[in-house]
């Protein structure tokens, strides 16, 4: 009798979760057209800059555009530092300076995956593993690694062969972005006086990166260095970074 009985719940269970699957399959996200500072379409991006010059904040704001338009972001926290709440909050200013319904705001918060890592291992095995599960099912167009220097003291003394392992992590989320063609983004922290300049601190020589350098001048205000020394300045307003030199230019 307890054997029929498991089985029933076992045959409800499997229908539930068909049900379930069948419902999220059939989720509609909402698209609006969306401007960035970044090109967005399938590159890869390691930003550069000092403690809390903006780095974090510049990835997210790529987050943000890639969610109003209707697609999936996978965040990596590295730094346990990520105010979920924080980007919640933007999300909002941004649909409500665009007079966009509730709906904009729900898709976009149903689209946002976050992972946290507390160790560099943890970080390559969902990079290697979880990461394709989730990139091969859902319709993902950004992936953040926020920060790939998170370990990096404790990789460099306790790992032997470090290098190599920075690069494998590297190559791993390379392999994906061009399998799938989504845009990576990984933010690096200045651990060293020289890397005020551009360099390939933690890059691996195999994978093609677009290097910025991101600057923080005053209060909300921002500069971005490109590697063709191109110089971007910008500011938030109503949730997102707009573009302020242009501006300038313009009006002048």
């Not at 220097?149 to 690069?167: E, I, L, P, Q, V």
């Not at 060293?192 to 205000?221: A, D, G």
């Not at 191109?230 to 313009?250: A, F, Q, Y």
């Amino acid at each position: 009798m307890e054997g029929e009985q498991n089985k029933q719940d076992n045959s409800k269970d499997i229908i539930l979760g068909r049900k379930i699957l069948i419902a999220l399959s059939q989720r509609k996200s909402t698209s609006v057209p969306f401007p960035n500072l970044l090109d967005l379409h399938r590159k890869a991006y390691a930003i550069h800059g000092e403690p809390n010059s903006g780095k974090s904040l510049l990835a997210q704001d790529s987050c943000i555009s890639v969610l109003m338009r209707g697609r999936d972001v996978v965040y990596v926290d590295s730094d346990y530092r990520f105010n979920v709440l924080g980007l919640l909050d933007r999300i909002k200013d941004v649909c409500k300076s665009r007079n966009l319904p509730s709906t904009h705001f729900k898709s976009a918060c149903r689209n946002m995956i976050v992972q946290k890592c507390g160790t560099s291992t943890e970080l390559q095995s969902f990079l290697s593993f979880k990461l394709r599960e989730l990139v091969r099912t859902s319709d993902v167009g950004l992936v953040v690694v926020d920060s790939l220097t998170s370990f990096f003291w404790h990789d460099r003394y306790a790992r032997s062969g470090w290098k190599a392992f920075y690069d494998s992590l590297w190559s791993d989320l390379e392999a994906l972005r061009l399998e799938y063609g989504f845009t990576s983004m990984v933010t690096i922290q200045n651990l060293y006086s020289e890397q005020k300049t551009p360099h390939n601190f933690l890059h691996c020589p195999k994978v093609p990166v677009e290097s910025i350098r991101i600057r923080k001048h005053l209060e909300n205000k921002f500069q971005l260095v490109l590697e063709s020394n191109e110089k971007i300045e910008c500011e938030m307003h109503d949730g997102t970074l707009v573009r302020t030199d242009r501006l300038t230019s313009t009006s002048s």
